[in-house]
T-cell receptor, first 115, second 113 residues
Framework: KAGVTQTPRYLIKTRGQQVTLSCSPI?????VSWYQQTPGQGLQFLFEYFSETQRNKGNFPGRFSGRQFSNSRSEMNVSTLELGDSALYLC??????????????FGPGTRLLVL | GESVGLHLPTLSVQEGDNSIINCAYSNSASDYFIWYKQESGKGPQFIIDIRSNMDKRQGQRVTVLLNKTVKHLSLQIAATQPGDSAVYFC????????????FGKGTMLLVSP
């Protein structure tokens, strides 16, 4: 099975712009979670989607949003970019069926640099 | 707030040694734990997991131990190899429900040949 894929792998944006990142989960996985990784804060949870519904949201401002499509692919959007948004954005997928927590498998990430 | 933390930020070992990476967690409701390995420029890679109804689980060259009494998790790597050099994270599920992972800060493992 193909792993989790993320596009693009690298992005450079300027302050005030917006960005959309994409994630394709492992085939059959219906849950997609997004994380932000920075040297100072480590890995922090952004949000999780299951069957096109956001089930959980981390402590991030409303500039961070996401969605999931019927094929389980997910996108996240960051509007009005700030310098502090520079980070590695990671997507993870899991089966997450029947209410039992399942292992999350990560993609390679999208490296975002805000200038 | 509740969090997962690591005792040692950097661990240096010689090739062939056994490595032990530790992790403390504070959420007593956590019921599932995962260890990830992250190499430079890559996403976290699943190593091994353990549920709270177990104390020990073994994989290939790796063992995870869970001590719920003191809320402590450890990852043991046998016969450490240079390819094991990476940052290791423990992560926990619990409390907020569904698939929300809380990660520790990570430990850098450096293996010298």
């Amino acid at each position: 099975k193909a792993g989790v894929t993320q596009t693009p792998r690298y992005l450079i944006k300027t302050r005030g712009q917006q960005v959309t990142l994409s994630c394709s989960p492992i085939s059959g996985h219906r849950s997609v979670s997004w994380y932000q990784q920075t040297p100072g804060q480590g890995l922090q949870f952004l949000f999780e989607y299951f069957s096109e519904t956001q089930r959980n949201k981390g402590n991030f401002p409303g500039r961070f949003s996401g969605r999931q499509f019927s094929n389980s692919r997910s996108e996240m959007n960051v509007s009005t970019l700030e310098l502090g948004d520079s980070a590695l954005y990671l997507c993870a997928s899991s089966l997450a069926s029947g209410g039992r927590v399942e292992t999350q498998y990560f993609g390679p990430g999208t490296r975002l640099l805000v200038l | 707030g509740e969090s997962v933390g690591l005792h040692l930020p950097t661990l240096s070992v010689q090739e062939g040694d056994n490595s032990i990476i530790n992790c403390a967690y504070s959420n007593s409701a956590s019921d599932y734990f995962i260890w990830y390995k992250q190499e430079s420029g890559k996403g976290p890679q699943f190593i091994i997991d353990i549920r709270s109804n177990m104390d020990k689980r073994q994989g290939q060259r790796v063992t995870v131990l869970l001590n719920k009494t003191v809320k402590h998790l450890s990852l043991q790597i046998a016969a450490t190899q240079p390819g094991d050099s990476a940052v290791y994270f423990c992560a926990e599920f619990g409390g907020s429900g569904y698939s929300t992972l809380t990660f520790g800060k990570g430990t850098m493992l450096l293996v010298s040949p």
